[in-house]
């Protein structure tokens, strides 16, 4: 038997992982990097649309009641007053007047908390860096402004958005008329939002530029709790749907005075992580009639709603679903990485640790490994043959470089669930062998059979 060691208690591991095998790298690296932004590389480009996939097909494509949409990442100005978020999305930041370094204040409220009562007494600040003073807190606003037209002095200013749900209110009107859609529905959209964090960090789980999926759905007020239920038991079991560590995931209430401003509830799906503990992954919000009233109130378009059956004219209230893509790829990374005793292959590719990476077959970037024993014509041709067979339908790797031992331990380590070795034996009994990632158990499987055999396999 394998013993499976525990499981990853250092981000390193994974960040190295994430590079050497080309999922993910620090962007701009040739010239040093930007702070906080990343690169999916086509490992990781292959996962991260395998998140987008899943979530899409389960939120959108099964369901009747929820639409897509695609919008704008440029926003006007006034989108976002009217959002409140020129107001209120702001963090409070310190300066050290010494090194410069800055910091959200209450991040360093939760690191110590006789900072927060030093503020009360408006003592000076020691930084955590350098020891130097502290600045007081001033409010920063997270939103990234830039500049449209040509003329140097006649541009306008507008936004990248700060979350993907503004461009939703801004369609409701024309897809609810132009999909003739009844309460309650939903429009759920997968994008990029932008943001200028104060303190980014943490690999991929704050960046200044990262995607959403975000679902908004709209319902009378009188049914607000209830569908609230609904899509919070839905995040949830998105989430466990594709997870081998369930304790890992849990529900955190939002306390009052840290309930967004558009927020009447919210509740955090957290997942326990081994950089600091349990962390937000996706937010689940109750946000009232907030974003309709006020887009209604700032572009005097009438937003209400009319039921004709019930006669009752209402704005609806929004139910909210926000989902980070980085982050649940981070989760799905930290939660597969699996560290084994020696388990796989011949003598010289044997070493103590073995990586498999327990992906989700769904989301696995690779589904299936083509591995000819030998380089020689005949078991090339066939199996050339069998890839040109299976790659309408799965994202496939040809290998036939080094040892079958070393291959194995390749593919799992970047979370392939089959492989499928060709061997001399295949060109008399048209089979090959298929070996399962998780029990390495391997079949012998006719190759006429292999369509059928995957089909029920993903
Ligand atoms: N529309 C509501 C909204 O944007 P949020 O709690 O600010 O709510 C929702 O963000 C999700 O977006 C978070 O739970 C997280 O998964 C992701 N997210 C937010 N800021 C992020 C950042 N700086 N980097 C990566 N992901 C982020």
């Not at 410069?100 to 009360?120: N, P």
């Not at 929004?318 to 649940?328: L, P």
């Not at 392939?416 to 990632?437: K, N």
């Amino acid at each position: 038997m394998n013993k499976e060691k525990s499981n990853i208690n250092s981000m390193d591991k994974i960040i190295s992982l994430c590079k050497r095998r080309g999922f993910i790298f620090p962007s701009a690296e040739i010239y040093g990097g930007l702070r906080s932004t990343y690169d999916y590389g086509p490992l990781g480009v292959e996962l991260k649309n395998n998140i987008k996939k899943a979530w899409w097909r389960r939120m959108v494509q099964e369901r009747q009641d929820v639409v897509g949409l695609d919008s704008a990442i440029l926003t006007p100005e006034i989108v976002w007053q009217a959002s409140g978020h020129l107001e209120n999305f702001t963090d409070p930041l310190v300066e050290c007047k010494k090194c410069h370094q800055r910091f959200r204040q209450d991040e360093l409220e939760q690191r110590d908390s006789s900072f927060a009562k030093k503020r009360i007494q408006n003592d000076s600040l020691a930084c955590p860096e350098c020891g130097g003073e502290l600045t007081q807190p001033q409010s920063f606003n997270l939103l990234m402004k830039t500049q449209l037209g040509v003329v140097e002095g006649k541009q306008d200013d507008a936004y990248l958005r700060g979350e993907t749900c503004q461009g939703i209110y801004l369609n409701y009107l024309n897809i609810k008329d132009s999909m003739r859609l009844k309460m309650p529905f939903g429009i759920a959209q997968i994008g990029k939002a932008f943001r200028n964090e104060i303190t980014p960090g943490n690999f991929i789980f704050r960046m200044r530029e990262f995607e959403q999926m975000e679902m908004q759905y709209f319902v009378n007020p009188q049914e607000a709790k209830k569908y609230y239920k609904t899509w919070k038991d839905w995040t949830m079991d998105w989430y466990q749907e594709f997870i081998q560590q369930p304790k890992n995931l849990r529900w955190r209430q939002h306390e009052k005075d840290e309930l967004a401003h558009y927020a009447k509830e919210a509740w955090d799906v957290e997942y326990k992580t081994p950089f600091d503990g349990w962390k937000e992954f996706a937010g689940v919000h109750n946000r009232g009639d907030w974003d309709l009233s006020r887009h209604s109130q700032f572009s005097k378009q009438d937003l209400s709603y009319m039921d004709l059956e019930t006669k009752e004219k209402f704005i609806p209230w929004v139910q909210e679903v926000s989902m980070g893509v980085d982050r649940a790829m981070l989760m799905f990374l930290v939660d597969a990485y699996t560290e084994v005793e020696t388990r796989s292959g011949d003598e010289d590719s044997k070493h103590e640790t073995e990586v498999v990476l327990k992906l989700h077959p769904e989301l696995a970037p690779i589904k299936i490994a083509i591995l000819p024993l030998s380089k020689k014509e005949p078991l090339q041709k066939l199996a050339q043959q069998i890839f040109d067979d299976l790659k309408q339908n799965y994202k496939l790797d040809y290998d036939e470089t080094t040892s079958i031992g070393k291959r194995y331990r390749r593919q799992d380590e970047i979370g392939t669930p089959y492989c499928l070795t060709i061997d001399f034996e295949s060109l008399d009994d048209q089979a090959v062998t298929i070996r399962d990632r998780d029990t390495m158990q391997q079949e012998r499987i006719k190759i006429a059979e292999l369509k059928n055999y995957f089909q029920d396999k993903f």
